[in-house]
Each structure stands twice: as structure tokens, then as C-alpha cells.
């Protein structure tokens, strides 16, 4: 993993309208992991968000993917899902501690998601900040945060997360408010907006788009047609993340593969 890379990927690798539309007709249940990621480059968990996982797991999905794929791990709902984020701390500690670092150098960023009605609040939302570890187990972690809630839509949310280090998510969704400013070492971006009657998710001219503005963050810039909060940050190679989740589903794997052709990834 290095600045200015771009990976492009899909949530889980478990869904049944996937067998004969993605994986081949009689691909086996216990392979679908070294399929997926035979035809992309990274793949949020979201598994990791409802139970935690042994050691050992992390450690088979680490050999079933080739050399430079990645896992970004979403977080438990028990960390995030709270009236008061700064009494966090116990779960946060639980959950990088359950055995993450088994994936080694396939560890991406940890996706902190936010339910819609949490609201903003500052003092508390930065003692949550500050309760992420930079490392476990000697092993450095990069975090990112999904909120939801129009209240953050500030240009003081994008100061707490610049100075916790933590990348903002930018959400193409059709349902919550977007934040395309970029904060961290690392963008984050989720389409959520997919539709069932394009093949690949999203129509080539809006997917030609999304390559553009791929190729733009990593290379440390910020798309001019994104909502933005506060000032660009500062101009950086950053790795960039892309994923394919929610909206159409069914579509996510070709809108992935369709993204990976035109960037390169």
C-alpha cells in the first residue's frame, strides 16, 4: 500500500444474486472470496460490524487474496452506535484487539460508520476521535468515519477530523447528506446510488466520472464538482479507496470491474 494507489471494490463477497452474475454458474460457497478478489482490489467487511471474528479468520482471508489486495474493516455497531461516543473507548479496544492484525499487509482502513440520526457534536464526536488507535499491536491502523446527519455538515467537523488524522467518507447516496472533503492520509468513497438498469451500476459517462475524480484524489487533489465544507487540504499523493455498496447490489462487482478498467487499478 503506498500513496496514490487506487483501489476499487464491493461490501462482503457473500450474496446470492451474485452466483451466475458475478461468480460462475456452480463456483463453490467456500471459493467466493478467491474469486472476488481474483477481479478486484479491495473489499469492505461489513460482517465485522455485527460480530466480532476469531484470529484465526482474519488470517484464511488474508492467504485466500493475491499480493496487494486490501480489507477495509467496518467497525462494530457497539462503538459507534451510542448516545455518548467519548465512553467508547472499552469497545473500540475490543474490536481492534480481536485478532485485525492477522490480516497483515492486507489491512486497510477501519470504516467507522455513523447511524443517520446521530447528530453532531463536537466536544463529543472529538473524544471519539481521539480514542482511535494509531496502532495495534505495533501494527499501524488508518481510520475513516461515515456520518449521516445533515449537523455535520460544518466546517468544524472537517477541522476535528484533519487534526485526529481520520479520512471524512464521501457517500454518493441518494439518501444522506455529502462531505467530499478530504482529511487524512487516505480518501474514502463509497457509491451508494446505484441502479438496476445500468449493467454496471452507474451509466459509463457517470462511471468515466468517478475515474476522473479516483485519479484526482489520489494524485492529491479534490474533484471540482464535489460539496466541500472548508479549504482543499493540502496537496498529497493519498491511497484512495472506492467502493461498490448499496443501491443495486447485484450491479456493485461490474460497477467495480468497469472502474478498475478505467483507472488501471
Given amino acids: 500500500m503506498k500513496p496514490g494507489d487506487i483501489r476499487v471494490g464491493i461490501g462482503g463477497w457473500t450474496y446470492e444474486p451474485w452466483r451466475g452474475s458475478f461468480f460462475p454458474e456452480k463456483w463453490p460457497h467456500k ?26 479468520t482474519f488470517a484464511s482471508w488474508a492467504k485466500a487474496v493475491p499480493d496487494g489486495f486490501v480489507f477495509a474493516l467496518k467497525a462494530s455497531r457497539y462503538c459507534t452506535n451510542r448516545k455518548v461516543l467519548a465512553e467508547a473507548g472499552e469497545s473500540i479496544a475490543r474490536f481492534t484487539g ?8 492486507r489491512l486497510g482502513p477501519i470504516l467507522w460508520q455513523f447511524m443517520a440520526t446521530k447528530k453532531f457534536d463536537p466536544d463529543d464526536f472529538g473524544a471519539f476521535l481521539k480514542l482511535l488507535p494509531a496502532k495495534q499491536d505495533g501494527v499501524a491502523l488508518r481510520h475513516a468515519v461515515q456520518v449521516r446527519h445533515e449537523s455535520f455538515q460544518t466546517p468544524e467537523f472537517v477541522a476535528l477530523a484533519r487534526a ?11 439518501d444522506y447528506p455529502a462531505i467530499a472533503d478530504v482529511s487524512g492520509d487516505l480518501v474514502y ?13 452507474y451509466s459509463p459517462a457517470a462511471l468515466d466520472r468517478w475515474a476522473s475524480a479516483a485519479r484526482r484524489w489520489a494524485e492529491g487533489g479534490a474533484p471540482v464538482d464535489l460539496p466541500y465544507l472548508a479549504d482543499p487540504a493540502p496537496k498529497t499523493p493519498r491511497e ?8 443495486a447490489k447485484v450491479r456493485a462487482p461490474h ?10 487499478a
Fill in 31 to 56: 471459493r467466493e472470496l478467491d474469486y472476488a478478489a481474483s477481479k478486484l482490489t479491495a473489499i469492505e467487511v461489513n460482517g465485522t460490524y455485527y460480530s466480532s471474528q476469531k484470529p484465526a
Fill in 98 to 105: 480481536q485478532g485485525i492484525v492477522e490480516l497483515g499487509d
Fill in 164 to 174: 485526529a488524522g481520520v479520512a471524512i467518507v464521501y457517500a454518493d447516496s441518494t
Fill in 189 to 201: 468513497a463509497r457509491l451508494e446510488a446505484a441502479v438496476e438498469e445500468e449493467p454496471a451500476g
Fill in 240 to 247: 484512495t479507496f472506492v467502493f461498490f455498496i448499496n443501491g
Fill in 255 to 264: 460497477g467495480a470491474m468497469a472502474l478498475i478498467e478505467r483507472v488501471g
